[in-house]
């Protein structure tokens, strides 16, 4: 398995107004050059557009330690959240003080109201609650997702009952259904 890298650089509260209006520049994956490329080559590109940036190409382990992400000491990561298709899993992103909100936003009131749908039986309940902190949230703006990684699924015609789960239980999550066509 592969060293896990996540690229951590800085820039000013402009730099990412103006990425948010011209986009990000595209970098294709072919010119990249493999992992020790891809760096580099996105900070250039950067560059190109008037934001200057320092790199640190840093291991999963440092990135997500205690020193890392978590701690707050940073102005720009790519990273990936992965949860569950239930919204529950983002009650630790996004609650004031969750163990996964490395962001340090907190909005107490979409706290309690995530909280609450998090203990609530009640499916209707439920959705309001979650549709009432994602408003709170929006206004906000605490991160802007630049992607959603695509989960692809690709198996022979003769396997029947693979279906694909976009959370991070997998593709295996229903092995007991697959079988041979007969």
């Known amino acids: 398995m592969g060293e896990a890298r996540d690229l951590v650089v800085s820039l000013t509260a402009d730099d990412v ?21 891809a760096g580099p080559r996105r900070v ?29 000491n940073y102005d720009l990561a790519d990273f990936a959240w992965v949860t569950a298709p239930d919204p529950s899993g983002f009650v630790p992103i996004w609650s004031c003080g ?10 107490r009131a979409a706290t309690r109201l995530l909280d609450a749908s998090n203990h609530e039986l009640n499916p ?43 959370s991070n239980t997998g ?3 229903n092995i007991e259904d697959w079988h041979w066509k007969s």
């Open 124 to 166: 209707t309940k439920r959705a309001k609650e979650i549709a009432q902190a994602d408003a709170l949230m929006a206004k906000d703006v605490p991160t802007i997702p630049l992607y959603s990684r695509p989960n692809p699924l690709i198996w022979k015609s003769t396997v029947v009952g693979m279906k694909n789960n976009p």
């Open 17 to 37: 107004v103006r990425l948010v209006h011209e986009g990000l520049p595209r970098v294709d994956e072919a010119e990249l050059g493999g992992k020790a490329g």
């Open 171 to 173: 593709f295996a999550w």
């Open 98 to 107: 969750g163990p996964s909100n490395y962001l340090h936003y907190c909005n």
């Open 44 to 72: 250039v590109a950067l560059r190109d557009r008037g934001i200057d940036i320092t790199a640190n190409s840093l291991p999963a382990n440092v990135v997500f330690g205690p020193s890392g992400i978590p701690s707050g």
